[in-house]
């Protein structure tokens, strides 16, 4: 029941984040929430029931994609939320390199690692888009006033 309760208030966030990015943000934000999004679901479909086994070599790939994604925003577009994504997503894709070089770590350590970079990505697009947002309004506020 309580992993559940985590699944709703994830998705939650997920979802609303989606949503203000698309609303809201500049394509900077929309590309960041569409490509976190898609990793969000891919994950979904990837998970396999091995339980606390080991790390599936699939969750690997899918952030390791969206590590590239993320430096790709970096480069292009001149918002620094991305830099701060990358970062964090480098963080998630170093912990399943150590998992997968056969570096002795508890596979549950390295769920909540995982999961709790992700809420801050989540924040990282949440603060992208809202500066994105203001940016957008205060340009046409300027101009409407001058």
């Known amino acids: 029941m309580l992993n559940i309760a985590y699944a709703i208030v994830g998705a939650v966030f997920m979802v609303g984040m989606a949503l203000f990015a698309f609303l809201k943000g500049n394509s900077a934000e929309r590309i960041g929430a569409g490509a976190y999004l898609f990793a969000w679901f891919a994950t979904i479909v990837m998970q396999?029931?091995?339980?606390?086994?080991?790390?599936p070599l699939g969750m690997f790939l899918i952030d390791l994609?969206?590590?590239?994604v993320f430096v790709g925003i970096s480069w292009r577009y001149r918002q620094s939320w991305p830099v701060w994504a990358s970062g964090l997503q480098l963080i998630a894709v170093m912990s399943h390199v150590m998992s997968l070089t056969g570096q002795r770590v508890m596979v549950g350590s390295l769920y909540t690692v995982v999961n709790m970079i992700g809420y801050l990505i989540i924040g990282c697009i949440i603060i992208g888009t809202f500066y994105a947002w203001q940016e957008r309004r205060a340009a046409a506020l300027i101009g409407r006033n001058s």
């Open 48 to 55: 396999e029931n091995s339980g606390f086994r080991g790390v």
């Open 65 to 68: 994609v969206l590590l590239i």
